[in-house]
């Protein structure tokens, strides 16, 4: 599992490629369990570019 500076490189840099962002996704989410404190922003900061659409989803 990595850091959240290296969470945040890997969904920057690798967006095209859906297992890495995946996976840098659940380290996300394990990561932020140890939170003691809500942190609303982790969404907003690293997947504020995203523009998904219905074709994005499909394998």
């Known amino acids: 599992m990595g850091n959240e500076e290296q ?29 003691s404190e809500a942190r609303p922003d982790i969404l907003s900061r690293y997947c504020w570019k995203w523009k998904l659409t219905p074709a994005d989803y499909s394998g």
Request: hydrophobic letters at 35%.
């Open 7 to 35: 969470i945040k490189v890997t969904l920057q840099c690798y967006k095209e490629h859906p297992s890495y962002i995946q996976k840098a996704l659940y380290h996300l989410f394990q990561l932020t369990s140890s939170f």
